[in-house]
């Protein structure tokens, strides 16, 4: 019997189920170890019927937590995928303003007809088995991680950071071409996608597990960025771990 | 020595580019940079670099490579025969050209690495003198800035020319076949080659305030030394960066890479670094070098004491890469050495050069990453989290160990696992495995049944020498799933029970449901040239236990036995060892009476990833059995 598969969306852009839709030919070969009852990006049909659930974007109202729960309860296996929903994101940037001009500024007049709570990834509400993190979540390595579940197997996501696959790919380092980089404290498993292709890493896949967060900060400041824009580059993804931590 | 102009090497590097059996390799820009990459046209090389981002070493030791192919159907299988292009790599520095030396000594020990070698014989090395050198360099203090061994060809810039020097048939071969117009130096030549090389012997500038042929003594004086380690290393973002870019870092990672099917896969291993926080986890979550500062440490220390301890040469050939790739800036080693140096001397420690150490070196054969097929014969739960495995390896044969040794079991798509052979060596055509779940490949493996394929690999380690032992008595303690390496020697015993005086065991662990071996501990009871006690930690009220209750040292003044004729033997949780030696050494049994297996990340099995390793010692190969007055010295082991 091949297992079910659900996927589910809350606060997010939808862009990592879209990475899953554009799979294409190794979509199909997916399609041949699992079934997908429900995925509202690329089909009607809907079942409660699941084995395991994918879900996507953070939790960012009180009413979101019982739709959460109810998946834990349905699913065996729970994967978040996407920094919104494995590490909150850069939804969690609102968490550093007032809730209520938030809300103002997207809702306008009607502000108050929507609820709202500080965003954080979909763990703070229900127990998570596996992450696929990145914005967007990688391909490959959302296949890998499908495997893994598959096959019994703990995913194996890197608890070293991105420079880990920087130096692999002889990439010169950001800093060395005057741009300000998170990657020696975001978790890898990208292949450094971003710095291959000449940019930064912005830190989407969240802090390793025991982040040297000083020396980092002390880094970017030594290199020139200003103390509020090197608490900028942390808050961009980091916003709901640091506040954690 | 010869002599080429330069368009006439241009020519010579094109002509060997068309030429379609070989691949030529050389420096070339990256950005501001340099790196080696595949030449399209002669016009791309950049001999006037300054250091490359990574090192050579990327050809003959990938970032990522296939070691095994498995099918479930069939098994494993050896990577495909390589097609391996001959390799011209053109443009290496000689500290370079040192480091692959090292790595050639490194990889050869013990037993050699095929996938490294096949590559290496295969390449032809045109080095070329340093001819702007990086900043961060410091390999003239190193005494690899200027050589004359290790390559095939070394070029030496002299402005409209190239000097050559021969040094190897290979190279001289490639020049007589593909060149053009190479003539004999003349005596100018040779003396303006002269000039340039003591040219470099002065272009550092980082600077060394000591003799580095201090460094192994040195390390030696500072290992403990308070704070200065914590000082060093508190800026450390434990990126790995440093370890990553070294030229003579050779520490991997092997996974398992299974397609979308699950039926076929490959087993990969991929750079690693001591730097990184997970380095020396196991399995079951314990971390053997959890802190930065002792990561940081050991980096030094493998390069400046424990390598040279085994292979006689200092690995660090002063590149300044770790240096470089820094961004907190601490890991510069002329920093680090010179501020050890000061502080040494400011306490008035006098350091001279560690005397030559005595270099050993065997090589015997091939390491074999290909495991054998086996199957799984009788499956039985032993607890709510250790079951049985007998296993029989497919081709027929014995897996011929020695008690105390240890296999690697493969599942297929999950991977690798170091797992202590539990049964005697005299039990034969099968062989016996009592397994933890606690990881991916052993809690795979629970799920498995009689019938079911695994892979073997091994058996590996040292093992406990009974012949040693003969005729003595012996003391077995044994906590929790320690008993499963310690049944392998208590079996062999037990076997050849003559040739031994008494055997006695204690067994110790958390609760009575927690017992491994129950029925055959039962009969233990039974015999009378077996002393046995076994003890729990607690019982719960709804278990029966009428043996002792407390940890497993309480039962060591319950027996009575001469230190000078026992020799205890002793494995267990790591927690356990340091309080039942110091109970042992309370009643006098001598340091080596006292012998110990240990357990960390065993990857490879013999010698090579570096997980395992405890300060100087690789657990793999030198253990898992250590006898304690060999070890009590070595900090990170107890």
């Known amino acids: ?245 | 020595m010869r002599i080429i102009l330069k368009e006439d090497f241009a020519e010579f590097v094109n002509t060997l580019i068309k030429n379609n059996s070989l691949n030529v390799i050389g420096v070339k820009s990256k950005g501001d940079k340099f790196a080696f990459g595949h030449l399209e046209s002669a016009s791309e090389l950049r001999l006037d670099y300054d250091v490359t981002l990574l090192p050579p070493k990327k050809y003959f030791f990938p970032q990522r490579e296939t070691l095994v192919t498995y099918n479930v159907a069939n098994g494993f299988s050896a990577k495909d025969p390589a097609d391996i292009k001959p390799m011209v790599i053109i443009g290496v520095h000689p500290y370079d050209i040192v480091a692959l030396l090292h790595m050639d000594e490194i990889f050869r020990e013990t037993k050699s690495d095929p996938y490294y070698f096949e590559k290496r014989k295969a390449s032809i090395i045109i080095g070329v003198n340093i001819q702007k050198m990086s900043k961060w360099c410091f390999a003239p203090y190193m005494g690899c800035a200027i050589i004359d061994y290790g390559y095939d060809l070394m070029l030496t810039d002299l402005g409209n020319r190239y000097a050559i020097n021969i040094g190897h048939a290979k190279g001289e071969e490639l020049l007589m076949k593909y060149a053009k117009n190479v003539t004999d130096a003349l005596a100018r030549d040779i003396q303006l080659v002269g000039q340039k090389k003591r040219e470099i012997m002065s272009m550092a500038q980082q600077k060394f305030d000591f003799e580095t042929e201090l460094i192994p003594e040195l390390l030696s004086k500072s290992y403990g030394e308070s704070g200065f380690w914590e000082k060093h290393s508190e800026k450390c973002l434990a990126c790995g960066s440093c370890v990553l870019v070294c030229p003579t870092c050779y520490c991997f990672d092997v996974k398992d890479n299974p397609d979308l099917s699950l039926e076929y896969g490959e087993r990969i291993r991929t750079w690693d670094g001591c730097l990184l926080e997970d380095f020396a986890k196991i399995a079951s979550g314990e971390n053997f070098r959890p802190t930065r500062p002792t990561r940081y440490r050991h980096r030094y220390f493998k390069k400046g004491k424990y390598l040279f301890d085994r292979f006689g040469f200092i690995s660090c050939v002063g590149c300044g890469r770790c240096s470089s790739n820094c961004l907190p800036d601490i890991a510069n080693p002329v920093n680090l050495f010179n501020d050890m140096y000061h502080e040494t001397r400011s306490m008035g420690v006098q350091v001279a050069p560690a005397t030559e150490p005595e270099v050993d070196i065997q090589t015997e054969g091939n390491i074999d990453y290909v495991p054998k097929l086996a199957t799984i014969v009788k499956k039985v739960p032993m607890t709510a989290k250790e079951t049985f495995f007998e296993i029989k390896l497919d081709d027929g044969s014995d897996v011929d160990h020695k008690p105390g040794q240890f296999v690697e079991v493969s599942v297929f798509g999950i991977g690798e696992a170091p797992i202590s052979v539990s049964s005697s060596p005299t039990k034969k055509g099968t062989f016996e495995l009592c397994v933890r779940k606690v990881g991916n490949v052993t809690t795979k493996l629970h799920t498995l049944n009689a019938g079911d394929k695994v892979g073997v690999r091994g058996p590996f380690g040292n093992g406990f020498d009974a012949e040693l032992l003969k005729g003595k008595d012996l003391l077995f303690v044994a906590g929790g799933l320690g008993i499963a390496p310690l049944r392998s020697l208590f079996n062999y015993v037990l076997d050849n029970r003559e040739d031994y005086g008494r055997v006695i065991l204690l067994y110790g662990c958390k609760e009575p449901r927690e017992l491994l071996f129950g029925d055959e501990l039962l009969a233990l009871a039974k015999r009378d040239d077996v002393e046995f006690k076994p003890t729990v930690d607690w019982c719960p009220e709804n278990e029966v236990w009428d043996g002792n209750i407390g940890v497993i040292t309480t039962l060591i003044p319950q027996v009575n036995f001469d230190p000078e004729t026992t020799y205890a033997i002793v494995c267990g949780p790591t927690i356990m060892y340091k309080f039942v030696i110091a109970d042992l050494k309370s009643r006098n049994v001598p340091d080596n009476h006292i012998i110990l297996s240990l357990e960390r990340r065993m990857k490879c099995g013999v010698g090579k990833c570096g997980h395992c390793q405890i300060n100087q010692i690789y657990v793999c190969k030198d253990g898992p059995v250590f006898n304690y007055s060999k070890i009590k010295g070595v900090p990170e082991a107890l």
Not at chain 1, 117 to 139: E, K, L, Q
Not at chain 1, 206 to 223: A, R, W
Not at chain 1, 225 to 232: E, F, K, N, P, R
Request: hydrophobic share 35%; charged share 30%; net charge negative.
């Open chain 1, 1 to 245: 019997m091949k297992p079910k598969v659900a996927f589910f969306d809350f606060a997010g852009c939808e862009g990592d189920q879209l990475q899953v839709a554009n799979l294409e030919e190794e979509l199909l070969n997916l399609l041949g170890q699992v079934k997908v009852v429900s995925f509202r990006e690329v089909m009607k049909e809907h079942s409660d019927n699941y084995d395991i659930a994918f879900i996507e974007g953070s939790c960012t109202r009180l009413q979101d937590e019982d739709r959460l729960k109810q998946i834990r309860k349905n699913a065996k296996i729970v994967v978040a995928i996407g920094s919104c929903a494995t590490i909150g994101g850069i939804n969690s940037l609102k968490n550093y303003k007032d809730l209520d001009e938030v809300r103002k500024t997207v809702y306008g007049e009607n502000a108050r007809l929507f609820d709202t709570y500080s965003a954080r990834p979909i763990d703070a509400v229900i127990d998570v088995d596996a992450y696929v993190h990145g914005c967007p979540i990688d391909r490959d390595e959302f296949l890998q991680v499908v495997k893994s579940l598959l096959l019994g197997k703990k995913p194996d996501i890197p608890n070293y950071p991105v420079c880990v696959e920087c130096k692999k790919n002889e990439n010169v380092c950001a800093f060395e071409r005057g741009q300000f980089c998170v990657g020696p404290v975001t978790r890898a498993g990208c292949n450094s996608c971003c710095v291959n292709e000449g940019t930064i890493c912005w830190g989407c896949r969240g802090l390793v597990d025991n982040p040297n967060e000083n020396s980092q900060k002390e880094v970017l400041i030594k290199y020139g960025l200003t103390v509020d824009d090197a608490i900028g580059k942390f808050r961009l993804y980091f916003g709901w771990q640091e506040r954690k931590r």
